[in-house]
């Protein structure tokens, strides 16, 4: 049996980074892994998926000999396309996946600001449609991974590579497997999508209130102040994966909701709401008994919540299971 000692370096252990200054080529190979972790959570909507193909994409690039790796002008071009066409067999694998999904499937909610999985700002030049540009900021929230469940595999390369992390329509060809006037118009169909389906959100500050004020009224079982905040036409979607509890199909109509979520604490008096960024906007974590149990993404137009995104289903709960209830004040 060989030894961890005598099988080499993990190309995927953290600690190599603060050893580059010993090998500066295995260095610039592991500054791509937070670009390739960024595209490729975008891509899929998951995290753990995203993990595996970056850990996938690595493995391909020490599986080639060091003379085939030398030959390679750009490394991280080439860790970008390999990431790429995983990405893309598995977007097309996933719709069948999905279609055996028990209830309905959420994209992978992120703790915090998601730092970590922001491109970085050097990426590869893009030359067309300067204009048409979505921020790293907006191309993680809950909202915008939703409408990216509506395009087709090809479309949503094509989009998140070309708008969001500045690739030029000729680079994406060559992941796609299309002509660069091929892949510019799947990035503008997939624009429209984006346009017609994302209302102007609130801001940010103003979010963050809304939700504070959701919270509270929920903790209090105040039925008149949820229906208030809720969006006559509100949507609540709840992921429990067929392992958790959750609605199998949307709620419609924010009375019916507010009367859902009061039920809730009814049935569960012990829940804990804990105000925090979920893929970069306010939302807000529940825990039971020191466990987390739900993450709540909202999507607030003007003063009220017209969207609800519950995830439920404990798969998609791992990165938030150190989530801790703020400590009270001290007095």
Known sequence: MT????????????GLLDRGAHDPGLDAIMSER????????????????AEDVV???YARWYAMSGAQREAI?????WLTKVAGRICLDLLRSARVRRESYVGEWIPEPLPGRAEWVDGRTGAAPATADPADRITLDESITMAFLVVLESMTPA??????????FRYSFAEVADIVGRTPAACRQLASSARRRVRDSAPAAAPAAQQAGIVREFKQAWQAKDLTALIGLLDPDATATGDGGGRVAASLRPVAGGERIAHGLI????????LRFVEHTVNGRPGLVVTHDGATVGVFAFEVVGERIKRIWAVRNPEKLRPWTTIRRPAPPAS
């Open 263 to 270: 039920d809730i604490v009814g049935r569960v008096p012990d």
């Open 55 to 57: 850990q996938e994409t």
């Open 34 to 49: 937070r670009q390739l972790i960024g595209v490729s959570y975008r891509l899929l909507g998951s995290l753990a998926d």
């Open 73 to 77: 002008a750009s490394p991280g071009a």
């Open 155 to 164: 479309e949503r390369v094509a989009f998140i590579l070309h708008d969001v």
């Open 3 to 14: 030894s961890p000692s005598d099988s080499g370096p993990d190309p995927l252990d953290p």
